[in-house]
């Protein structure tokens, strides 16, 4: 009965050893697919070819096989559909294994492996990552002229959601115009993720029509602030800058606030004129929108106004608290009179820090 028990074991014993290691040549044969999240990633020849034919910002992916925040970060922050979805439509994203050992062309130059030490990385990597060889590690590219890109932010590191957003608007919006990256993500931040900031509400804003009754009774100066639904740097603009203490202490003294949505359909009735919204296929936006922009609409901008409702200034692009309250105190001084900006900026101490 024993010899019996014996032979049954170890049989069972090796049915069960040859199926593991059926199951493992099966692994081995058939390997799970690597998640790539739900971005639609292309090659850095791909993203190459599609720049110079309609250009696009890109960002960059820089992985290993051997890295776990690496696909952590595929399995987490790149498989948000909202997210994705941003990405899709905004850039150009490539996934680069900063170890391969292909050879590749980017804006006209070629880049190899040099095979060098333990693990070498790709010459395009350490070039991209200034020698830094973290991972992962995003690179974000706007501004493509005459074949290269006149802006390239690097943030190594692992980012969740909350953290690579900002950068992405950074970068779409044009934002590194006039702003470091760093203090547009603490403001973005502060306009979404601070729930306490956000029910904070200063800032008294009017119609243009109220405005410029307002006008005929308290002389001011007049900001009229462009932007949309669909622009989140206006977001961010519109929910720090102008809720900034500081800021709005100045505001408050020597401006009526004009909020001004380029998709409103109200009548503007200005110096004898009446300002439509026709919804055109050549003209979508409001017409007063197209009046103050001279048709170079850039998101956002602020018009200032003089106190006889005389246009004065256009200022595009998002601004930071610290460059708003330059440009305010500028045009509130009547200083864009006598002196030119670039010595204003030079010479002005104000109550926020410069960034």
């Given at each position: 009965?024993?010899?019996?028990?014996?032979?049954?074991?170890?049989?069972?014993?090796?049915?069960?050893?040859?199926?593991?290691?059926?199951?493992?040549?099966?692994?081995?044969?058939?390997?799970?697919?690597?998640?790539?999240?739900?971005?639609?990633?292309?090659?850095?020849?791909?993203?190459?070819?599609?720049?110079?034919?309609?250009?696009?910002?890109?960002?960059?992916?820089?992985?290993?096989?051997?890295?776990?925040?690496?696909?952590?970060?595929?399995?987490?922050?790149?498989?948000?559909?909202?997210?994705?979805?941003?990405?899709?439509?905004?850039?150009?994203?490539?996934?680069f294994n900063a170890e391969t050992t292909d050879t590749i062309e980017f804006l006209g130059y070629k880049y190899y492996n040099q095979g060098i030490g333990k693990?070498?990385?790709?010459?395009?990597?350490?070039?991209m990552l200034n020698?830094?060889?973290?991972?992962?590690?995003?690179?974000?590219?706007?501004?493509?002229?005459?074949?290269?890109?006149?802006?390239?932010?690097?943030?190594?590191?692992?980012l969740d959601?909350?953290?690579?957003?900002?950068f992405l608007v950074f970068t779409v919006e044009y934002v590194f115009k006039t702003t470091q990256a760093e203090e547009f993500a603490d403001n973005y931040n502060l306009a979404f993720y601070d729930s306490i900031f956000a029910k904070v509400k200063k800032t008294k804003w009017l119609t243009m029509n109220q405005a410029v009754d307002s006008n005929k009774v308290n002389k001011k100066k007049t900001i009229v602030f462009i932007h949309s639904n669909w622009c989140n740097s206006c977001k961010v603009m519109k929910q720090s800058t102008f809720e900034n203490e500081v800021i709005n202490k100045i505001v408050s003294k020597n401006y009526n606030m004009v909020d001004l949505n380029i998709e409103s359909t109200d009548?503007?009735?200005?110096?004898?004129?009446?300002f439509f919204n026709e919804r055109t296929q050549e003209k979508p936006?409001?017409?007063?929108?197209?009046?103050l922009s001279q048709n170079g609409l850039t998101l956002p901008s602020m018009v200032i106004f003089n106190e006889q409702m005389q246009v004065v200034n256009l200022v595009p692009y998002y601004m930071s608290p610290s460059i708003t309250e330059a440009i305010l105190e500028f045009f509130a001084k009547d200083a864009y009179k006598n002196t030119k900006w670039e010595d204003w900026q030079k010479t002005f101490v104000g109550k926020l820090p410069k960034k």
């Amino acid at each position: 009965m024993k010899k019996k028990y014996l032979i049954f074991t170890c049989l069972f014993s090796l049915t069960l050893l040859f199926h593991a290691n059926k199951t493992l040549a099966q692994v081995l044969m058939n390997p799970e697919p690597e998640n790539l999240g739900l971005v639609k990633w292309m090659t850095i020849e791909e993203a190459d070819k599609k720049v110079k034919i309609a250009p696009k910002p890109l960002i960059i992916d820089f992985y290993t096989d051997w890295c776990g925040w690496c696909k952590h970060m595929m399995k987490t922050t790149f498989s948000n559909p909202y997210l994705a979805e941003y990405i899709n439509s905004n850039f150009y994203p490539v996934r680069f294994n900063a170890e391969t050992t292909d050879t590749i062309e980017f804006l006209g130059y070629k880049y190899y492996n040099q095979g060098i030490g333990k693990r070498p990385p790709h010459d395009f990597a350490v070039k991209m990552l200034n020698g830094k060889m973290s991972y992962p590690s995003t690179v974000f590219m706007s501004n493509y002229q005459n074949n290269s890109f006149q802006f390239s932010l690097l943030i190594p590191g692992y980012l969740d959601v909350p953290k690579i957003e900002p950068f992405l608007v950074f970068t779409v919006e044009y934002v590194f115009k006039t702003t470091q990256a760093e203090e547009f993500a603490d403001n973005y931040n502060l306009a979404f993720y601070d729930s306490i900031f956000a029910k904070v509400k200063k800032t008294k804003w009017l119609t243009m029509n109220q405005a410029v009754d307002s006008n005929k009774v308290n002389k001011k100066k007049t900001i009229v602030f462009i932007h949309s639904n669909w622009c989140n740097s206006c977001k961010v603009m519109k929910q720090s800058t102008f809720e900034n203490e500081v800021i709005n202490k100045i505001v408050s003294k020597n401006y009526n606030m004009v909020d001004l949505n380029i998709e409103s359909t109200d009548t503007i009735n200005f110096m004898g004129q009446k300002f439509f919204n026709e919804r055109t296929q050549e003209k979508p936006f409001h017409q007063f929108v197209y009046a103050l922009s001279q048709n170079g609409l850039t998101l956002p901008s602020m018009v200032i106004f003089n106190e006889q409702m005389q246009v004065v200034n256009l200022v595009p692009y998002y601004m930071s608290p610290s460059i708003t309250e330059a440009i305010l105190e500028f045009f509130a001084k009547d200083a864009y009179k006598n002196t030119k900006w670039e010595d204003w900026q030079k010479t002005f101490v104000g109550k926020l820090p410069k960034k």
